[in-house]
């Protein structure tokens, strides 16, 4: 492998950090939003955010992708970035799982806590902003490192309908003129290790201090 | 701009969508089978005494959980026929997907099994079975039916993620879908029509696994409560 083919290769591992982080952060806000419309008060929110999530959580993120590519131009905003297409499905993707996993977190901190709050005044907002949030972020650290390798893996999925160009595609090309299958992809797989496996192991850890602390 | 939508040429093409989505059942049936064996064994082989073992299934199942499906896919289907080894397409598919499958399947049934307590162990060794008799009906039944939600959600996962097999040339659902896009160049109508099949195959299956769930565990108690 030439030092040219191996910058492509980390140009790519780039690529498929952006589009990570992007999606951290995008889907991070809408699943928040997702595992609170879970719990609401109102029927409807709590019904419709149900359905949001099964629908999403059966559907392949292939066909999620394809959808966000092609339908913005369908409902007149034009083509998209692929970047944007890739991320927004993305997004759709986590809010999904990370508002299920965080409804959890949220409902797993103590009855008491949240009856305590409401006994000493405080208003909805300021009892999940106060009481509850702080104590669930707690719980949700260890879920929530190890739904970031999810999403690191399945960026790959970005470059088969829409094309971005991040490391599965990067090497897909270096693998389409060289035909040495077996260096580019296992060279992808070493790069996509060496962003997961830190993360895998630090949700472990996270996990284990959190069961000491509780047990 | 207004879009017209244009349904008629995709729904046309039904008899291909519907063997497209036979031939995902096939491969999402096949991986499963034979990933919860596999997976199983690499369970088994984890609580191993030889120190060997357990590094060895410990690397696959790290390996496999840190790297994307899709480049498992590329590197051994694409690596395999470079180097000569060349098979059918769709049995290609199965070998990836159940790579990928078993070690999800290795870490959720070990999950189980180290959530069986070890009075049970004594208790199965004070009544004289053998060594397979706890095996089955003392570690893996029990522990199996522990993590039966999160495996059977797992299998679903795989499902839906079969359809990233048709980036190596397999003709299931999504590849087939493919072929008639480029063939009407409907590709929303395409991914509409995708999105409902695969909503309605994910509830099938999970309908399934609930059915089957009700065959197989058959105490109404649920487990680890007391009597």
Redesign the interface.
């Known amino acids: 492998m030439t030092h040219e083919q191996l910058t492509y290769l980390l140009l790519g591992a780039v690529g498929t950090l952006e589009l990570s982080v992007l999606t951290f952060i995008a889907g991070g806000l809408a699943g928040l939003g997702m595992a609170l419309a879970r719990i609401s008060p109102v029927r409807g929110v709590r019904v419709a955010a149900a359905a949001w999530i099964q629908?999403v959580?059966?559907?392949?993120?292939?066909?999620l992708m394809?959808?966000c590519f092609?339908?913005p131009?369908?409902?007149?905003i034009g083509s998209v970035p692929a970047l944007v297409a890739a991320a927004l499905a993305m997004t759709i993707y986590s809010s999904a799982f990370l508002g299920e996993i965080w409804r959890g977190c949220i409902q797993s901190v103590h009855k008491s806590q949240w009856e305590a709050a409401e006994c000493i005044g405080l208003t909805r907002w300021q009892r999940m902003a106060k009481v509850v949030l702080p104590q669930a972020l707690r719980i949700a650290t260890p879920p929530t490192v190890g739904f970031m390798?999810q999403i690191i893996?399945?960026?790959?999925?970005a470059?088969?309908v829409i094309g971005f160009a991040e490391l599965?595609y990067n090497?897909?090309v270096l693998?389409n003129s060289t035909?040495?299958?077996?260096i580019y992809?296992?060279c992808?797989?070493l790069l996509?290790?060496a962003m997961?496996?830190p993360l895998?192991r630090w949700s472990r850890t996270l996990e284990r201090k959190l069961n000491a602390t509780r047990g | 701009?207004k879009?017209q939508f244009d349904f008629s040429s995709v729904l046309a093409q039904w008899p291909l969508l519907l063997e497209g989505a036979w031939v995902t059942i096939q491969l999402s049936f096949l991986a499963t089978v034979i990933g919860f064996v596999l997976g199983a064994l690499c369970a088994l082989g984890r609580g191993s005494r030889h120190g060997w073992l357990r590094r060895l299934v410990g690397v696959y199942v790290?390996?496999i959980?840190?790297?994307?499906?899709?480049?498992?896919a590329?590197?051994l289907i694409?690596?395999l026929s470079?180097?000569g080894v060349t098979m059918p397409i769709l049995a290609g598919a199965v070998l990836a997907l159940v790579i990928n499958i078993g070690a999800y399947t290795c870490e959720i049934i070990r999950a189980g099994i180290e959530s069986i307590h070890k009075g049970q162990l004594e208790a199965a060794d004070c009544l004289g079975m053998s060594k397979l008799q706890v095996f089955w009906h003392v570690i893996l039944r029990p522990a199996v039916e522990r993590v039966y939600p999160s495996l059977t959600s797992q299998f679903?996962l795989l499902m839906?993620?079969s359809?990233?097999m048709?980036?190596i040339g397999a003709e299931e659902l999504?590849g087939i879908a493919n072929r008639i896009q480029s063939d009407t160049f409907r590709?929303?109508e395409?991914?509409?029509v995708?999105?409902a099949i695969?909503?309605a195959l994910?509830?099938m299956m999970r309908l399934g696994f609930w059915l089957l769930g009700q065959i197989v565990f058959t105490r109404r108690r649920k487990l680890g409560t007391p009597l």
């Open positions: 629908v959580q059966g559907t392949p993120l292939l066909v394809g959808l092609y339908g131009n369908i409902i007149g390798v893996k399945n960026t790959s999925i470059s088969l599965s090497a897909k693998n035909f040495q299958p077996f992809f296992g992808a797989a996509y290790f997961c496996y895998s | 701009m879009y790290e390996g959980r840190n790297t994307p499906l899709l480049i498992q590329y590197f694409f690596g470079s180097v679903v839906l993620a359809s990233i048709s980036s999504f590709n929303f395409i991914f509409l995708l999105w695969y909503l994910s509830y």
